[in-house]
Structure formats: C-alpha cells, structure tokens
C-alpha cells in the first residue's frame, strides 16, 4: 500500500518544471506535473480530476502508454538522481478515488 508518506517525499523531490516534459511527452495528453503540483497543495480531489477522465477514456497509465513509462523516462529530475516515481503517484491517486467513491457510497 501507497502511504501518504511516501508520496508526500516524491512530490517534494519534483523540480515544478516549465513546459514539464514528463507532460508534454505523456502519449494520452495526461498532465502529471499539474497533478503533482495539485498534490503538493494537498488538493487530492483536483489532482484526481485531473487524471480520472483520460483513466475512463484510455485505462490505466500502464495500460494506455503500454509500460513504456514515457513520463518517468523524461523526467528532468532523473538528470540529476533519479525519476520521479510518476506511475505510483498515478496509482495512489487511482486508490484515494476509489476509497472516497466507497466512502461517499456507504454514507447513502
Ligand atoms: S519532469 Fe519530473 S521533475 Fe519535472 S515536473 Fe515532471 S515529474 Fe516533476
């Protein structure tokens, strides 16, 4: 399980890059740096918007660019140490949606 933790270290690690590659190169148009900096504002419900239609559309990140993980192969940040750990922060976001979605239906 993704801890909150663990994300709260890759997000800090992110440079908030202009005209973010690991952005412009995503296959299915979806914006991780803007996602990322939604999180790094702790704003979990805008980060998942921003990546809940293109995951209806096209699946999952793994899924639409067929592992080839073109975000974290063009990382800036992976110049430096290493890539930002994108797909993870992807996935946690994916389990925080569908544990606010049980959430909100078990209240009805
Ligand atoms: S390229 Fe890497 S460091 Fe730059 S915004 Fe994207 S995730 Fe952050």
Same mark, same amino acid.
């Given at each position: ?5 663990? /994300? ?5 690690? %992110? ?6 590659? %690991?952005?412009?190169? %995503?296959? !299915?148009?979806?914006?991780? *740096? ?11 419900? *805008? *980060? ?15 899924? *639409?660019?067929?592992?080839? !993980?073109?975000? /974290? ?36």
């Amino acid at each position: 399980m993704i801890n909150r933790f663990i /994300v709260e270290e890759e997000i800090n690690r %992110c440079l908030l890059c202009f005209d973010a590659p %690991c952005s412009t190169k %995503c296959p !299915i148009g979806k914006d991780p *740096a803007s996602i990322i900096m939604s999180l790094r504002f702790k704003n979990n419900k *805008a *980060a998942s918007q921003k990546s809940e239609d293109l995951d209806l559309k096209y699946g999952t990140c793994s899924e *639409a660019c067929q592992n080839e !993980i073109s975000c /974290v192969k063009n990382c800036i940040r992976g110049k430096i140490d290493r890539p930002i750990k994108i797909p993870m922060l992807m996935n946690y976001i994916s389990n925080e949606n569908k544990i606010s979605i049980k959430n909100n239906s078990d209240e009805k």
